[in-house]
């Protein structure tokens, strides 16, 4: 199983910004599509967005409505660590959530499509 560490939530003030890390290892992850998702506070886990790389070099991404415009998914595979990141901005409160990256080999929104899950990493938007 790939292990997924993810990184970089916190306290935050509505309207401000927050950049959350997944990194994998023991395993390259080039060909999969990684993911964020979040289950906030009596919600189900509910997708946020996905990345793939295409086949000319570029990536290609979906984003949730509720943050399209706010959030930026993208990845790096430079090096050992194969990292995705989660560039959030405009936070709001209701982004408050547990924030989970997750891989899969096909490309989707549904949760259960993905094999490799972190463990989460908070994220706290005060109003």
């Known amino acids: 199983q790939v292990p997924l560490i993810e990184s970089g939530g916190g306290l935050v003030q509505a309207g401000g910004s927050l950049r959350l890390s997944c990194a994998a290892s023991g395993q390259t992850f080039s060909n999969y599509t990684m993911g964020w998702f979040r289950r906030a506070p009596g919600k189900e886990r509910e997708f946020v967005a996905a990345t793939r790389w295409k086949s000319n070099g570029l990536y290609y991404a979906e984003y949730a409505n509720s943050v399209k415009g706010r959030f930026t998914i993208y990845r790096s595979n430079t090096n050992v660590q194969n990292t995705v990141f989660l560039q959030m901005s405009s936070l709001k409160s209701e982004d408050t959530a547990v924030y989970y990256c997750?891989?899969?080999?096909?490309?989707?929104?549904?949760?259960?499509?993905?094999?490799?899950w972190g463990q989460g990493t908070q994220v706290t938007v005060s109003s």
């Open positions: 997750a891989a899969s080999e096909v490309f989707g929104r549904l949760a259960g499509g993905y094999d490799y």
